[in-house]
């Protein structure tokens, strides 16, 4: 199931990042690293996490979301 | 000129010609003359603000009414007949209406509404006065309460001049004549109708009245009946014609020289289907408000690289973009011209929207170098999201798209960090699976990343005014 959750979350990421290519996906790379990450990008992935897992996020989760690895984390909280 | 001359006048020219058709009974000029002079009401009861209200589906009864009333001087109050009791009560107040006239079937609703004080008429018992009344001149023809897309209704009055403006710039442009036979099948109660059965009078065609326009086959069959030459429809039906065979549909309208749309967004698909459709004829909309009738008009033809423009201004009317508040071409429209009105009805408020006689709109647009007018959305509907700006009809377009989804509202909601994020209200299709993933997967491949809606409903309808508008005021 965990393998899931995080497969989707890597689709997420791709989806919202079009030029990702796998090899330049990191669990643990910030935002800062990476190029088109601002501030709508990070509206479009909570929305996009939102819709796919069906929760929602609070405002200081959505704000301290640096990662895909903060994005899964906040996930499985949810779900758990 | 007042409205009821345009009556008088035919009749003179044309005392035998059908001027009316409604549910399968006819009128000649005369007939409806002779019966609007002598359309009378208990004049003892009216007050002196002279307004009385009409409430009442089409019907020949309704024309009578609603020209007898001003025959006798009076100004004529149009309501719809899905009128709420509240908003009734309010436009009673507002308006210091003397008494409701009603149809038949209006009259059974409105007369439980107990808030409502004043006398209430059935359309039919209205007495008959044997004597003839000599045309009077009131200033206010009629006033309607607009059905407002951002905002509450506010009172509109409407003077004869503008009326007789309006009517002479239609029938100038889109060529009407005495030899047209029009089919109507929008609410009278509605400026865009209203401005049909005006022209009809005015130039002497004979028009034929139809309750509604969702029977589309019935619209097609009495196109056919009677051998009709203009049809006026809102882009709505216009969409759902297009969904009968084409061929058919070639034959309907092989006699039609004009389909009159109004300003609702129309789509480029709607547009060149219907060309093809009415290949002798032309499809024409405008644009224009109730307190602004038919400021510009525009006449779809071969050349395809205007079709979403709303035309060019009409004969004497200006209109204006006020874009000093932002860098782009876009702004909001302005119009001034002897189709304006002066003031609002009793509301000071509305009022400030006209400066030195230029009405401003509240609609978004831009002119391009040939000086045709564009409307992009509403002023008060633009969604600021972190300085970004995002008309709603955009999102709209692009969702509407999507399988599954039969109407879509966007609009802004509050955010902590944006100002503003979008929200959409979706209607799906019967038995659609549609889900919220499938709706934001698309708007990202199809828009940019700031126009991405961030939160959805599903929801099984969507408030809209009687022309297709979204009411967006009544969503946030």
Redesign the interface.
Known sequence: MSVDIETMVKNIFF??FPNLSESDFSWDKEQKNYEHWD???Q??L???TE??FDISFS?DES?NIQSASDLLKNIKSHLS | MNIVDFLKNSANKYPKKIALISENNSYTFSELWKLVQSFSLPLELINQENVISLISENSASFVIAYLGIMNLGKTVHLVSPEISEMNLTNQITSSNSSMIISSDTVFNKISKFNSIKIPIFHLTDIPKNSNSFSSKSNEIAYLIYTSGTTSEPKGVGINHSIVEFATKNIVQILNYSNSDIDILPLPLHHSFGLGCLHVSLFVGSTLILLKNSSDLQNILDTIKKYNATTLAAVPATLLKFLKFNENNLKDYFSNVRLVITNTTKISINTIENFKKIISHGNLATYYGLTEASRSSFMIFDEHTSFDQSVGKPAPHVNIKIDNQMSKSKIGEILIKGNNVIEKYWKNIESDKNIIDGWLRTGDLGYFDDHGYLYLVGRFDDVIN??GEKVMPDEIEEIVKQIDGVENVAAFGIDH???GQ?IKLHVVKSENSNL???SI??FC?KNLE??K?????DFVTNIPQTDYGKVKRFMLK
């Open positions: 989806e919202v501030s709508f990008s509206l479009n909570i929305t996009l819709a796919k405002f704000i | 999201i972190g902590e960090i944006f994020v889900e919220k993933l934001i997967k990202m990343k700031y991405i809606p961030s939160k959805i």
